[in-house]
């Protein structure tokens, strides 16, 4: 017997109520009476025999049944950090995996200023890949913004897919990475275009209309090129403690998209925006600093008179943009964890740059430093 599920049409309805009349009508389906116990058995079994896409659309597609069926499958599909898999797009705001490197890749379109992050199928550099994210770059007479969206059709700052931005100074030599939603409760919200003030109280002018700053890039200058090698930079990831690189430490977790994308992604639809409890931010104890990223240092090599890094094949291009960033020790210690390759980016074609990152940084964090690099920065090299 084939499961039918709900017609795509449904799927993207964004209406409550046109939700709420599918699962009235699904919950009179033999396969939402269900038992409970069956049920979850299913899916875990359905979940686990399927470990990449395009199989795991089957496991989207279960959780686009009904809201008993969503909300099961919410609790059996794990974060990337447990799991090392992509699946929901809620996804791409979570910490990636400890142990390994998640491997994707970014395809360039210099025409039209866009930016497209897959998920590697394969071990191949070129494979169709599974898309993540888009972004595309906006020129201002002081700046230049990037602005990131879950749909490749849609990149705009009043969409409902819209979850950040990077905007960089007029040098291109300084980035501050832009969230939608909000990391934690005691964040404050960057002033911007987008907000109003009335009376005392800052009010939204559409959703999501949210600019919490979770990241700030900066760029060595090398006017009188006094230094020789790659171009180096220096991450401060504001919402991430230091601790989170240490076994046991953890990082922020998000488990809700903003509102305007759940309305545009039913699967995650919820009255308020949640976090995960046990994780605290760095702003609950005063005495811990921010987790600070800095490039890993590369060997001269003097048959090939150049400067190399271990990229373990996956660079084949040599190109000034590539990098691979470790944690900082930051005057203290340096230990194992600061060895670990936290994101490596680099060239493997004309417009095809591959890009690898792990815990404690998520997707969209590691899509928005690689953005940083495709600035021209000739005071930084």
């Given at each position: 017997m084939k499961l039918r599920l709900r017609?795509?049409?449904v799927v993207q309805d964004s209406s409550v109520a046109g939700e709420a009349e599918v699962d009235e009508r699904s919950s009179q389906s033999c396969w939402a009476n269900m038992p409970s116990e069956l049920l979850r058995e299913v899916l875990i079994r359905i979940e686990e025999s399927e470990y990449k896409?395009?199989?795991r659309k089957n496991v989207v597609a279960c959780a686009g049944v009904c809201r008993g069926w969503r909300e099961i499958m919410k609790e059996v599909v794990k974060t990337p950090q447990v799991s090392g898999r992509i699946t929901f797009p809620i996804s791409v705001k979570q910490p990636g995996p400890r142990d390994t490197l998640l491997q994707c890749f970014i395809k360039r379109n210099q025409s039209s200023q866009t930016y497209h992050l897959y998920l590697?199928?394969?071990?191949a550099l070129a494979d169709?890949?599974?898309?993540?994210?888009?972004?595309?770059?906006?020129?201002?007479p002081t700046c230049t913004d990037y602005i990131v969206s879950l749909n490749t059709d849609d990149m705009s700052k009043g969409s409902k897919t819209y979850i950040g931005k990077l905007r960089s100074n007029f040098l291109g030599t300084k980035f501050v990475v832009y969230d939608a939603l909000l990391p934690h409760a005691g964040n404050r919200m960057a002033k911007s275009r987008?907000?109003?003030?009335?009376?005392?109280?800052?009010?939204?002018a559409r959703i999501p209309p949210g600019n919490y700053p979770v990241a700030h890039i900066s760029y060595e200058l090398n006017v009188l090129g006094a230094r020789r090698g790659p171009r180096r930079m220096h991450c401060v990831m504001d919402q991430i403690p230091a601790s989170s690189i240490k076994p046991g430490g953890v990082a922020p977790t998000q488990i809700d998209l903003p509102t305007g994308s759940a309305d545009y992604f039913p699967l995650f639809r919820s009255k308020s925006s949640k976090f995960e409890k046990s994780v605290s931010s760095p702003s609950d104890d005063p005495t811990e600093g921010s987790l600070v990223l800095r490039n890993k240092a590369p060997r001269w090599h003097e048959q090939l008179q150049c400067w190399c890094l271990n990229f373990h094949g996956r660079v084949t291009v040599a190109s000034?943009?590539?990098f691979q960033l470790v944690a900082s020790p930051e005057n203290g210690q340096p230990g194992p964890e600061h060895e670990k390759v936290i994101l490596q980016f680099g060239k493997v074609g004309k417009d095809v740059f591959t890009m690898d990152y792990r815990y404690p940084i998520s997707a969209f964090q590691?899509?928005?430093?690689?953005?940083?690099s495709f600035d021209t920065k000739i005071a930084c090299e």
């Open positions: 017609s795509p049409k896409w395009p199989s590697s199928l394969s071990q169709d890949g599974k898309f993540l994210l888009a972004a595309r770059r906006c020129r201002r987008s907000t109003r003030l009335v009376g005392t109280k800052q009010v939204s000034v943009k590539n590691a899509f928005a430093i690689c953005l940083s």
